[in-house]
């Protein structure tokens, strides 16, 4: 599949080019938006990245899948414009390195039960569907991956956003399998910390 439209795409076929568009262009801009300050920059990475394709296409050799292509150009075109705002920081930087995913005071520090969790996590299996799946809560899933480090964002928006798989991400980001692997577990913990004190609110 992705040869025939490599093969439309060099022979100048502009609807696959806006098929492809159609499809990836939402993702891109949610991607874009964890690089830079606001949305209309996010947009004109988006643009750039597109125009890369079109330039880079005739050289693309199919060593990874064509949207991994796509979104390696777009993160790249993204870090590039982020730099220059003075918001990205590399992802060999690994943000937060030494900072816990959940905080040490939820762990036993003592006792035959030294590092097992002083109170479970709460459980969501209690709470209604409706409130569950609602656009308010949505809300604070956004919010809480708003707030996170650039790196952790744009791998939990990559991940469990978009759908991606880790060799996907692994590749797109250029990141090793275990340093995506620690960014996504720390973005996931702090995004389920900011549910829990949500759905723990009965207010």
């Not at 604070?140 to 480090?149: K, N, Q, S, T």
């Not at 910390?193 to 009965?202: K, N, Q």
Request: include cysteine; charge should be negative; proline fraction near 4%.
């Amino acid at each position: 599949m992705d040869a025939e439209i490599v093969e439309a795409l060099r022979a100048g076929d502009e609807a696959t080019f806006a098929a492809l568009v159609a499809q990836y262009g939402a993702s891109m801009l949610r991607v874009a938006q964890m690089y830079v300050r606001t949305r209309a920059v996010a947009e004109e990475v988006v643009q750039e990245a597109w125009l890369g394709v079109l330039r880079g296409i005739g050289s693309f050799e199919g060593r990874s899948s064509l949207k991994t292509w796509i979104f390696r150009i777009l993160t790249n075109t993204a870090k590039t414009r982020g730099e220059r705002e003075g918001r990205s920081i590399p992802f060999s930087a690994l943000e937060g390195a030494g900072e816990p995913a959940v905080e040490p005071e939820r762990f036993q520090a003592e006792g035959r039960w030294t590092g097992h969790w002083a109170a479970p996590p709460s459980s969501w299996s209690q709470s209604p569907e409706s409130r569950l799946l609602g656009a308010e809560t949505r809300q604070v899933v956004a919010r809480a991956i708003a707030e996170l480090p650039p790196a952790q964002a744009t791998v939990i928006t990559m991940r469990d956003v978009e759908g991606f798989s880790s060799e996907e991400v692994c590749n797109a980001l250029d990141v090793s399998e275990t340093n995506q692997r620690v960014l996504l577990h720390r973005a996931r913990s702090k995004v389920r910390r900011a549910l829990e004190d949500y759905l723990g609110d009965d207010g």
